[in-house]
């Protein structure tokens, strides 16, 4: 995939990452793809759950390391969230039915997406989050020109 434009964040907490995910919030409303990349811990699910609260999921917000994904209906839109880390191989994926959920106005939310190689849709927005000390340094990557909108919001 080739980055379309980059915004980085170096050294924030995690108020600025929600900070930064209720920013993002508003570009959404007409679906797309997220890919969430980094190592264990280094808040890729506190960042989707800022953003499921800044887009207005009222219930809680659970971790789909278990279930795999958590799907929330919205008024205009449909967020599923995808904790791939636990896929060992992307035939896996076939079972969850993602093909099934592809119909009307859609956000992914995609964790650990390397996990589910061509299996996932393609991303239009790649957040890299990494360890830096107490904080993380987060690199938005825009990789369509949806996702090139979605970073102006951020800017």
């Known amino acids: 995939m080739t980055e379309l434009a980059d915004v980085q964040r170096p050294g924030i907490d995690e108020d600025a990452l929600d ?4 920013a993002l919030a508003p570009a959404l ?7 969430l990349e980094g190592p264990l811990g ?6 989707a759950r800022a953003l499921l609260r800044a887009l207005g999921v009222g219930e809680r917000v659970k971790s789909p ?8 209906t919205l008024p205009e839109l449909i967020v599923h969230h995808l904790d791939l880390y636990r896929i060992a191989a992307p035939e896996e994926l076939e079972w969850l ?5 592809a119909a009307g106005r859609q956000l992914w939310l995609i ?5 589910g190689a061509d299996a996932t849709p393609p991303a239009d927005l790649r957040i890299r989050l990494r360890h830096a000390g107490a904080a993380r ?18 800017r």
């Open 137 to 154: 340094d987060v690199e938005f990557l825009a990789l369509s020109e949806l996702g090139g909108r979605w970073l102006e919001q951020i």
């Open 111 to 115: 964790e650990w997406p390397e996990h």
């Open 97 to 101: 039915g993602l093909r099934d959920l």
């Open 42 to 47: 280094a808040g890729k699910t506190t960042f």
């Open 19 to 22: 900070a930064a995910a209720a």
């Open 29 to 35: 409303g007409e679906g797309g793809v997220i890919y």
């Open 65 to 72: 390391t278990y279930t795999l994904i958590e799907t929330y």
